[in-house]
T-cell receptor
């Protein structure tokens, strides 16, 4: 069953703790992305990666970090430096730039 | 980043009425994509438009790309309750390697 898997679906953390969100794809896509979604804000780009061992900051990268050690995996770490981390996080992949994006089910992060 | 503006933010229609959402960019886009997100779900790709003035249809959905490639629209004819969700347009970022999404239009259809 091909697709993108994000885990967990719901995540709760205490303020000041780092947390890592998982994103795995078995579509053999080169490019992967992380978006943040807040009510009424649409999707905002956090980081993206076009190839293994390379990634670029998006519009709201501050307080986040990523790695791309394997083609299939693109984990996102929400650090304690992120001022408002509570949000819905979506991972996506595309076979190449400017093509259809496939999204995971999302992780809803709540920081208390 | 490059701005993609979308209106209206919300639309509430009676089942059977038509619906249109509009997307505008300050710069020329090489292409534009449309996605649908059901409540509680994730965005799902609907279509990509590439050519100036392009019109594509998917059953009751009609997608248009403006002549100047700066605007686009999605029109749904005779809405059904299954059309409920948020519709997003998305254009390439300045780098061309990612997508900039509009804020979306949330459609509510009451029977």
């Amino acid at each position: 069953d091909g697709g993108i898997t994000q885990s967990p679906k719901y995540l709760f953390r205490k303020e000041g703790q780092n947390v890592t969100l998982s994103c795995e794809q078995n579509l053999n896509h080169d490019a992967m992305y992380w978006y943040r979604q807040d009510p009424g804000q649409g999707l905002r780009l956090i980081y993206y990666s076009q190839i293994v061992n390379d990634f670029q900051k998006g519009d709201i990268a501050e307080g986040y970090s990523v790695s791309r050690e394997k083609k299939e995996s693109f984990p996102l770490t929400v650090t304690s430096a992120q001022k408002n981390p509570t949000a819905f996080y979506l991972c996506a992949s595309t076979p190449r730039a400017n093509t259809e994006a496939f999204f995971g089910q999302g992780t809803r992060l709540t920081v208390v | 980043g490059q701005q993609v503006m979308q209106i209206p933010q919300y639309q509430h229609v009676q089942e059977g009425e038509d619906f249109t959402t509009y997307c505008n960019s300050s710069t020329t886009l090489s292409n534009i994509q449309w996605y649908k997100q059901r409540p509680g779900g994730h965005p799902v790709f609907l279509i990509q438009l590439v050519k100036s003035g392009e019109v594509k249809k998917q059953k009751r959905l009609t997608f248009q790309f403006g002549e100047a490639k700066k605007n686009s629209s999605l029109h749904i004819t005779a809405t059904q309750t299954t059309d409920v969700g948020t519709y997003f347009c998305a254009g390439p970022t300045n780098s061309g390697y990612a997508l900039n999404f509009g804020k979306g239009t949330s459609l509510l259809v009451t029977p």
